[in-house]
C-alpha cells in the first residue's frame, strides 16, 4: 500500500475484504496504533538513559568528537520520541472532527520519520557505548554495523517486499 495513493489498496480491501472506507481507515489506525505501542516505550527509555548520561562520572571521559555525538545522539531520540508519539496528540486535536483519513496518513509519515531518527539514536549509543568501553576504532565499526542493519532491516527488506511481486 502507498499511504499517497493508496486506491489500489482500497479496491482490494473492498473487493477481498468487504470493507468500507470508514472501517480500512478504523483497520489501518489500529494497526498503526499496535505498532507505535512497541517502539514508544523503547524510545521514551533510551531518551531518558541518554539524558542523564552527562551526570554520571566518567561522562568525563568522552572527548570533544565523542561529546558532539551524544549531543546528536539526543537530538535524534528526542526527536524519535516527538514523531513517535506525535500521532496521539493529532489524535487528540482531530478528535470528533471526522478527519480519519488525515490522521492515519499524517501518523504513517511520523511513524516513518520516527523510526528514522530511532535507527540514527540507537547507532549513536552504540558508537558512544564502544568508543567508552573498548576504543574509538571499534565504536566506528560497531556504529557502521549498527546502521547497517537499520538500514537494511528497517529500510531496505520492507522496501523490497513491498515492490516484491508487482
Known amino acids: 500500500m502507498d499511504v499517497d495513493h493508496p486506491e489500489d489498496d482500497q479496491r482490494w480491501d473492498r473487493?477481498?475484504?468487504?470493507?468500507?472506507?470508514?472501517?480500512?481507515?478504523?483497520?489501518?489506525?489500529?494497526?498503526?496504533?499496535q505498532e507505535l505501542r512497541v517502539v514508544q516505550t523503547g524510545?521514551?527509555?533510551?531518551?531518558?538513559?541518554?539524558l542523564t548520561l552527562p551526570f554520571q562520572q566518567r561522562f568525563d571521559v568522552l572527548s570533544d568528537e565523542m561529546r558532539a555525538v551524544y549531543l546528536a545522539t539526543v537530538g535524534f531520540s528526542v526527536g524519535?520520541?516527538?514523531?513517535?508519539?506525535?500521532?496521539?496528540?493529532?489524535?487528540?486535536?482531530?478528535?470528533r472532527r471526522h478527519?480519519?483519513?488525515?490522521?492515519?496518513?499524517?501518523?504513517?509519515?511520523c511513524a516513518y520519520a520516527?523510526?528514522?531518527?530511532?535507527?540514527?539514536?540507537l547507532t549513536g549509543v552504540t558508537v558512544i557505548i564502544f568508543v567508552a568501553v573498548a576504543d574509538t576504532t571499534a565504536g566506528l565499526i560497531a556504529g557502521a554495523c549498527?546502521?547497517?542493519?537499520?538500514?537494511?532491516?528497517?529500510w531496505l527488506l520492507p522496501l523490497s517486499l513491498r515492490t516484491h511481486g508487482r
Not at 524510545?43 to 541518554?50: A, D, M, N
Not at 524519535?80 to 478528535?95: E, K, N
Not at 549498527?146 to 528497517?154: P, Y
Open 15 to 33: 473487493t477481498k475484504r468487504g470493507e468500507t472506507d470508514t472501517e480500512r481507515l478504523d483497520r489501518n489506525w489500529n494497526s498503526l496504533l
Open 99 to 109: 478527519r480519519l483519513r488525515v490522521l492515519v496518513s499524517a501518523a504513517h509519515r
Open 43 to 50: 524510545v521514551q527509555l533510551l531518551t531518558g538513559f541518554l
Open 114 to 121: 520516527g523510526l528514522a531518527l530511532l535507527g540514527l539514536a
Open 146 to 154: 549498527a546502521l547497517t542493519l537499520f538500514t537494511c532491516f528497517w
Open 80 to 95: 524519535a520520541t516527538v514523531l513517535l508519539i506525535a500521532p496521539v496528540g493529532i489524535h487528540r486535536l482531530l478528535f
